[in-house]
């Protein structure tokens, strides 16, 4: 079975790099294309760090911790955050959505496994986790998708992206589950602020 997922990964190796899909290269970001937040990931370390292996599919697969620090004027002018978390290096045709989260509290400036967990009734589908916010469709229509890639297919970057809107978001023009798409439209003349941390992984 790994020979044929190696011979797999072998075949898609030059598919990478699909950066051009990114949710920060989209039409909302033309006037603050460069991060303006600082975004950090205390349990791994510095952007560009590799992330460990209980971190990933094939172990605890919890959602780092993540901490923003923002200026004054950023702060003061942020009414709701979004947070995505995508991989480019997938062999698609874009980035793959690991995770798609909103609504997410003004006063909110850090995250942590424990936000994530469903706070849904059983039976209920609100799409509510219990950090106070909200969460959208993945690939795999769950609430996180951790790092797995194919064997042998070489280093994957994680872009964790967080984004502050200076107007929430309108929840009553998206699904119950929102797609990124309909985020993107949504959020179009309403972002003030973003940041990104990047985890790499390679699955060996």
Request: hydrophobic share 35%; charged share 25%.
């Amino acid at each position: 079975m790994d020979y044929i997922e190696r011979l797999l990964a072998w075949t898609l190796s030059k598919r990478k790099g699909h950066d051009a899909g990114l949710i920060s290269k989209t039409k909302p970001f033309e006037k603050i294309s460069k991060p303006t937040i600082t975004l950090e990931c205390p349990d791994i370390g510095p952007s560009g760090s590799r992330i460990p292996p209980e971190y990933s599919f094939f172990q605890t697969g919890h959602f780092p911790t993540l901490k923003w620090t923002t200026g004054a004027e950023s702060s003061s002018s942020v009414k709701e955050w979004l947070l995505v978390v995508e991989d480019p290096d997938a062999p698609l045709a874009e980035p793959v959505t690991h995770g798609l989260y909103y609504s997410i509290p003004a006063a909110k400036t850090s995250v942590s496994h424990e936000d994530f967990e469903s706070s849904e009734e059983e039976g209920a589908a609100n799409f509510t986790l219990k950090g106070g916010f909200k969460y959208g469709l993945n690939r795999r229509k769950n609430v996180y998708i951790p790092p797995r890639g194919l064997l042998g297919h070489g280093p994957h970057r994680y872009f964790f992206q967080i984004i502050g809107l200076g107007e929430p978001l309108d929840t009553s023009k998206l699904s119950p589950a929102a797609t990124k798409a309909e985020i993107v439209e949504q959020m179009d003349g309403k972002l003030v602020a973003w940041g990104e941390w990047i985890g790499v992984w390679e699955r060996s």
